[in-house]
């Protein structure tokens, strides 16, 4: 089965500027989580989507990021506008269910942002 | 507050050499714990995860971990690593009160030396 894919892979920006990242999860995975993991850090969850609902986005920064999930299946993370402490890795994560703890995620190879 | 602590940043060990992570979780409730390790520039992939049933938990690449309910622990073994295990491991909980969502520790960076 094809993984989490995520695009781009690196992507480098002045702050201010806007910048998207893709996922496309599993095939049939119900729910999709966007993490960001700053350097040294472990992941932290920004939102979790069951289908194209938003279930928790508790950690969202609504000023500047927003995302995503048109159709229940791809989605995007948004920033707008970035900060020099954005900078981080932005991992996608997808789950057959979202009402069993024990599923388990599979997660993409994640989006590196440097802002400047 | 639940949280997840993972107390060493970096452990540095011989190869051959056995390697303890250790990680500490605060709870209220029931809890499902993982283990996932990340290679440079790659994702995470699950080593192994306690759900129920016995404490002793094995795991792909040789690995294995311990859940210890009344010390709130999950520390993660293995008896010999390789140069290959070189990487950086995360403890992460999931609150059966909070759905399927995953709280991750801080991470432990583990270099193994010729």
């Known amino acids: 089965e094809a993984g989490v894919a995520q695009s781009p892979r690196y992507k480098i920006i002045e702050k201010r500027q806007s910048v998207a990242f893709w996922c496309n999860p599993i095939s049939g995975h119900a729910t999709l989580y966007w993490y960001q993991q700053i350097l040294g850090q472990g992941p932290k969850l920004l939102i979790q989507?069951?289908?194209?609902?938003?279930?928790?986005d508790s950690q969202l920064p609504k000023d500047r990021f927003s995302a995503e999930r048109l159709k229940g299946v791809d989605s995007t993370l948004k920033i707008q506008p970035a900060k020099l402490e954005d900078s981080a890795v932005y991992l996608c994560?997808?789950?057959?269910?979202?009402?069993?703890?024990?599923?388990?995620?599979?997660f993409g190879s994640g989006t590196r942002l440097t802002v400047v | 507050a639940q949280s997840v602590t993972q107390l060493d940043s970096q452990v540095p060990v011989f190869e051959e050499a056995p390697v303890e992570l250790r990680c500490n979780y605060s709870?209220?409730?029931?809890?499902?714990l993982f283990w996932y390790v990340q290679y440079p520039n790659q994702g995470l992939q699950l080593l192994l995860k306690?759900?129920?049933?016995?404490?002793l938990v094995k795991g792909i690449n040789g690995f294995e971990a311990e859940f210890n309910k009344s010390q709130t622990s999950f520390h993660l073994r293995k008896p010999s690593v390789h140069i290959s295990d070189t990487a950086e491991y995360f403890c992460?909980?999931?609150?059966?009160?909070?759905?399927?969502?995953?709280?991750f520790g801080g991470g432990t960076r583990v270099l193994v030396k010729p």
């Open positions: 992460a909980v999931s609150f059966k009160a909070a759905g399927n969502k995953l709280t």
């Open positions: 306690y759900l129920s049933g016995s404490t």
């Open positions: 709870s209220s409730v029931s809890v499902y």
């Open positions: 989507f069951q289908n194209n609902g938003v279930v928790d």
């Open positions: 994560a997808s789950s057959p269910i979202s009402d069993r703890a024990n599923s388990g995620y599979t």
